[in-house]
């Protein structure tokens, strides 16, 4: 694949400031897609705050750095957009997200209805189901012993279990992963992967906006309890299918990429799937593990609201700031061994979800999804072999695989 | 400093020194206490830090919010009149010598 950028950004109007280290990383290309871990590294040493050539923005790529960006919204706002175009600047490529993309006090009002609609006490009511559709999965998968396990494990499962509890009626769901990786291309620069997406996005968001209206969901589902938030008052009707438009946007393809991972580290961590065998209870700490591990969500960026200084070094106001949660996921100065698959370290503390008031709503339901292919997996499975030549999915935002071909054999 | 107490569900307690503005559950994962898994890091999304407060200290500690309330009403142990998100209960001198009880599970 060839991607060459279609389109540059203009000459920046300000100079970065002194004292920064300024490196000629493309973050968005497919050699760092391919391996990210040397210039994760490369940033990281480079300083607490970095500056990146290619695309005229500044750079976090350590812990520290990406924590403290992470929980300060004030300074570091997400309404300006959270990926490279500046909404102030630049026309958003669809209406924005009243969530991911508001501020206090807009997003406070949206934050909470969605949090309510994805609460704990909401997952003890999916538990059996989803767990109950995972070991069906696996049983499947077992029968016929060889498999791609992203379009057959990762893909398959969240699809047979997410948009049913999102109330989605059965046809059209063909769109649901077409579009959110749209969505997550869309946050990077504009190169090839982000104009193409968007060139071909037509199909996909005529679906979701459809989808997206009151009498297209089913009752008791996710959209129909946001929907019945419009009736309380707590939103407005308008309001209501935008913020069902996050879930279809955010809910589906982040669970694909984290079940790829989880799959992906289990096959190259031999004893760590021992491990997980030996005690089942584990999958839940294992597949957030591998949350860290690949950070199936790689970026995100901010803007300045005003000049910061940050790590000893003065941002701006009105600058971008991309965080690489990746790689503070691996940062040595937070994490022992972090280049080590561990299933029993203590990942709390981790940003593969975000932090501070945007971190992810959903979480709740990723974790539910990985727990539950993972615990059939640990119950089922004896081994895990990779058996033939393993494929990386290239987008803007979101890293994991193509294609994982898999064999595994009955315990 | 101050002295927080942390009982496991098979009676083994634990002495941990927190530190002032640090969190209840942060104390609990620094000093490496079992039980408190805190999946979302203290940002009030997982009710993965649950606790049973003592009580003689539940009057002593600052109400909950409605947030706090309604992520109680999904903890994987039962939710009781003590229960609390050990996330959301600041560190401070006037609570030293608190006591908490683990719970069993915490998903
Ligand atoms: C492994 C799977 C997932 C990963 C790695 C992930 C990652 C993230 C991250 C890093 C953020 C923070 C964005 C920011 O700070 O700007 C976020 C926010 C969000 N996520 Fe997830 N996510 C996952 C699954 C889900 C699921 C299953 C849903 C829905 C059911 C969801 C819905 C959202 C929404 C709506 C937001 C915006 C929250 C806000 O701005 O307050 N995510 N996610
Ligand atoms: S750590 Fe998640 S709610 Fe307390």
């Known amino acids: 694949m060839n991607l060459t950028d279609v389109s540059a950004p203009a000459a920046h109007?300000?100079?970065?400031?002194?004292?920064?280290?300024h490196l000629d990383i493309d973050p968005f290309s497919i050699a760092f897609f391919d391996d990210p871990y040397p210039a994760h590294e490369a940033m990281r040493e480079a300083g607490p705050v970095i500056y990146l050539d290619r695309w005229n923005v500044y750079?976090?790529?350590?812990?520290?750095?990406?924590?403290?960006?992470?929980?300060?919204?004030?300074t570091f706002c997400s309404s300006r957009g959270v990926g490279l175009s500046d909404f102030a600047k630049e026309t958003p490529w669809r209406p924005p997200s009243l969530i991911l993309e508001a501020d206090p006090p807009a997003h406070t009002r949206t934050r909470a209805v969605l949090s309510k609609v994805l609460s704990p006490a909401v997952m003890k009511r999916l538990r059996d189901g989803f767990m109950a559709a995972a070991e069906a999965k696996v049983d499947e998968l077992l029968a016929r012993?060889?498999?791609?396990?992203?379009?057959?494990?990762?893909?398959?499962?969240?699809?047979?279990?997410?948009?049913?509890?999102?109330?989605?009626?059965?046809?059209?769901?063909?769109?649901?992963?077409?579009?959110?990786?749209?969505?997550f291309n869309a946050f990077g620069p504009p190169n090839e992967l982000r104009q193409q997406a968007i060139a071909r996005s037509a199909p996909h968001q005529a679906y979701v906006t459809e989808q997206c209206q009151r009498d297209n969901l089913t009752p008791g589902g996710f959209g129909a309890c946001?929907?019945?938030?419009?009736e309380t008052g707590d939103i407005t009707p308008a309001e209501a299918p935008l913020l069902v438009r996050s879930l279809l946007s955010a809910g589906l393809d982040t669970t694909v990429y984290g079940i790829g991972a989880a799959v992906y580290c289990l096959a190259r961590f031999p004893e760590e799937w021992q491990r997980l065998r030996q005690d089942p209870s584990l999958a839940r700490n294992a597949?957030?593990?591998?949350?860290?591990?690949?950070?199936?969500?790689?970026?995100?960026?901010r803007?300045?609201?005003?000049?910061?200084?940050?790590?000893?070094?003065?941002?701006?106001?009105?600058?971008?700031?991309l965080m690489f949660l990746?790689?503070?996921?691996?940062?040595v100065r937070r994490w022992e061994r972090p280049d080590v698959y561990d299933i029993s370290r203590k990942v709390s503390g981790h940003v593969g979800f975000g932090s501070g008031i945007h971190m992810c709503v959903g979480q709740l339901v990723a974790r539910l999804e990985g727990e539950a292919v993972l615990t059939a997996l640990a119950r089922k499975v004896a081994t895990i072999e990779v058996n033939g030549a393993v494929k990386r999915r290239y987008n803007n935002t979101l890293r994991g695989l193509e294609s994982l071909p898999i064999s595994i054999t009955p315990a | 400093m101050t002295t927080i107490t942390f009982i496991h569900p098979d009676n083994r307690s634990e002495d941990v020194k927190a530190e002032e503005g640090a969190s209840v559950m942060l104390a609990a994962l620094t000093h490496g206490v079992d039980g408190i898994v805190a999946e979302c890091g203290g940002n009030a999304v997982c009710a993965t830090c649950h606790v049973y407060v003592d009580d003689a200290w539940v009057a002593k500690l600052d109400?909950?919010?409605?947030?706090?309330?309604?992520?109680?009403?999904?903890?994987?142990?039962?939710?009781l009149p003590n229960s609390r998100l050990s996330c959301q209960i600041k560190v401070s001198p006037a609570l030293d010598g608190l006591v908490v009880r683990v719970p069993e599970r915490q998903s």
Do not use: W
């Open chain 1, 13 to 21: 109007p300000t100079a970065p400031a002194d004292g920064i280290a």
């Open chain 1, 59 to 74: 750079g976090v790529a350590r812990y520290a750095e990406v924590y403290a960006v992470l929980n300060d919204n004030r």
């Open chain 1, 145 to 183: 012993g060889q498999f791609d396990a992203i379009t057959e494990l990762a893909e398959a499962y969240p699809l047979s279990v997410f948009p049913d509890a999102l109330g989605l009626k059965p046809e059209g769901r063909e769109h649901l992963i077409p579009y959110a990786s749209l969505v």
């Open chain 1, 226 to 230: 946001i929907h019945a938030f419009a």
């Open chain 1, 287 to 301: 597949f957030e593990e591998a949350v860290r591990f690949e950070s199936p969500v790689q970026t995100f960026f």
């Open chain 1, 303 to 321: 803007t300045t609201t005003r000049e910061v200084e940050i790590g000893g070094v003065t941002i701006p106001e009105g600058e971008k700031v």
């Open chain 1, 326 to 331: 990746g790689s503070a996921n691996r940062d």
């Open chain 2, 63 to 79: 109400p909950m919010s409605d947030d706090e309330d309604a992520l109680l009403d999904g903890t994987a142990s039962e939710r």
